[in-house]
C-alpha cells in the first residue's frame, strides 16, 4: 500500500465549486476501487467504488475516474456543499485473493467555504 | 453505518491491561475485518475473517487477538503486547459475495492512560 503521512493534504473549495480529489494507488494487480468518506470521529462511509474494466462511473454528484496507465483515481464532487467537508480516502483491492481487504491511502481534507 | 455497532464509543485502558472492543453487525455479512486508524492517516488492516470460526493475520496483527464464534460478532481484543495502542478502531463487514464494498461501523476510540 502507499506510505503514510502525518499531516493529510487539504483542499480547499468555494461552496458551489466543483472538486476534484486525487489518489495514487500503489499495486497495478488491483481490480476494485472505493472512495470513502470520513466526517470527524466517525467511521468511513461508502461513497461510490469502481471496477478495473471501467475508466469512469458516475453518482449522484460524484464522479469517479480511473486511470490504470499511471495508477491514479480521482474523485469529482460537482456543486460541492458544506455537507462535503471531511476527510476522502481512496481504497484498492484484489478481488481474486482470499484475503480480499482494502488497502487504505492516506486521505485527502476537503474543506468547503461558505 | 449500517447495520454495523461498535461499542464502547471511547475506552480507556491502563498500561498492562487487556481491552475487548466489541463489533455486531445485522447485515448477515460473511466477511468481517478490524482496522486501526492513527491521527491523519488512512486504515491499517489487524485481523479479518471471511467465515464463522476462521480468522486471518491483518499487516499489524501483533498484540491483538479476535475471536468469530457468531457470525454477526467478531470482538478485538488489545492485549498488554501492543505497545502503542492509542488509536481509533474501525470494525467493517463486507456481504462475501462479488462485492467487495465494506461498511464500517461508528468506531471505538481507545486510549491508554
Known amino acids: 500500500g502507499e506510505s503514510v503521512g502525518l499531516h493529510l493534504p487539504t483542499l480547499s473549495v468555494q461552496e458551489g465549486d466543483n472538486s476534484i480529489i486525487n489518489c495514487a494507488y500503489s499495486n497495478s494487480a488491483s481490480d476494485y476501487f472505493i472512495w470513502y468518506k470520513q466526517e470527524s470521529g466517525k467511521g468511513p462511509q461508502f461513497i461510490i467504488d469502481?471496477?478495473?474494466?471501467?475508466d469512469k462511473r458516475q453518482g449522484q454528484r460524484v464522479t469517479v475516474l480511473l486511470n490504470k496507465t499511471v495508477k491514479h483515481l480521482s474523485l469529482q464532487i460537482a456543486a460541492t456543499q458544506p455537507g462535503d467537508s471531511a476527510v476522502y480516502f481512496c481504497?484498492?483491492?484484489?478481488?481474486?485473493?482470499?484475503?480480499?481487504?482494502?488497502?487504505f491511502g492516506s486521505g485527502t481534507r476537503l474543506q468547503v467555504q461558505p | 453505518d449500517g447495520g454495523i455497532t461498535q461499542s464502547p464509543k471511547y475506552l480507556f485502558r491502563k498500561e498492562g491491561q487487556n481491552v475487548t472492543l466489541s463489533c455486531e453487525q445485522n447485515l448477515n455479512h460473511d466477511a468481517m475485518y478490524w482496522y486501526r486508524q492513527d491521527p491523519g492517516q488512512g486504515l491499517r488492516l489487524i485481523y479479518y475473517?471471511?467465515?464463522?470460526?476462521?480468522?486471518q493475520k491483518g499487516d499489524i496483527a501483533e498484540g491483538y487477538s479476535v475471536s468469530r464464534e457468531k457470525k454477526e460478532s467478531f470482538p478485538l481484543t488489545v492485549t498488554s503486547a501492543q505497545k502503542n495502542p492509542t488509536a481509533f478502531y474501525l470494525c467493517?463487514?463486507?456481504?462475501?459475495?462479488?462485492?467487495?464494498?465494506?461498511?464500517f461501523g461508528p468506531g471505538t476510540r481507545l486510549t491508554v492512560l
Open positions: 481504497a484498492e483491492t484484489m478481488m481474486d485473493t482470499g484475503r480480499r481487504a482494502l488497502t
Open positions: 469502481i471496477r478495473s474494466n471501467m
Open positions: 467493517a463487514s463486507r456481504t462475501g459475495l462479488s462485492t467487495d464494498t465494506q461498511y
Open positions: 475473517s471471511q467465515i464463522v470460526n476462521d480468522f
